[in-house]
């Protein structure tokens, strides 16, 4: 698999399947970005492309004034996540915050 492939699964794990995918600037998208490289392994180059597109998709959520629920639910996923296998998930245990980021950007979305 190239390297995109592997962080664009990583994308959809963090945002537990919303419409834009990543993670919140700075910190955070280093310590989930750790979790996952920690959790499957990855070099160091790897591990600073996923900050990359983690802050990228935090640049989304920014353009849909979006970022509080971003940042809570990229913390629900650093807080709640687990290795399973060679993979870092939150399965369900963000729901809510997904819900809620994901009904920000369509409601931003519909908004002319």
């Known amino acids: 698999m190239n390297r995109s492939g592997k962080f664009s699964g990583l994308a959809v794990m963090a945002?537990?399947?919303?419409?834009?995918?990543?993670?919140?600037?700075?910190?955070?998208?280093?310590?989930?970005?750790?979790?996952?490289?920690?959790?499957?392994?990855?070099?160091?180059?790897?591990?600073?492309?996923?900050?990359?597109?983690?802050?990228g998709s935090s640049d989304v959520a920014d353009a849909y004034d979006c970022s509080s629920e971003h940042a809570d639910l990229v913390d629900c996923v650093i807080e709640r996540g687990t290795c399973d296998g060679d993979k870092f998930t939150a399965k369900d245990a963000c729901k809510a915050e997904k819900d809620n980021y994901g009904d920000c950007v369509e409601f931003a979305s519909a908004l002319e």
């Open 15 to 55: 945002l537990a399947f919303g419409p834009f995918v990543g993670a919140a600037c700075g910190s955070n998208a280093v310590e989930l970005c750790e979790a996952e490289c920690d959790c499957r392994g990855c070099s160091d180059v790897e591990r600073d492309e996923c900050v990359i597109a983690e802050n």
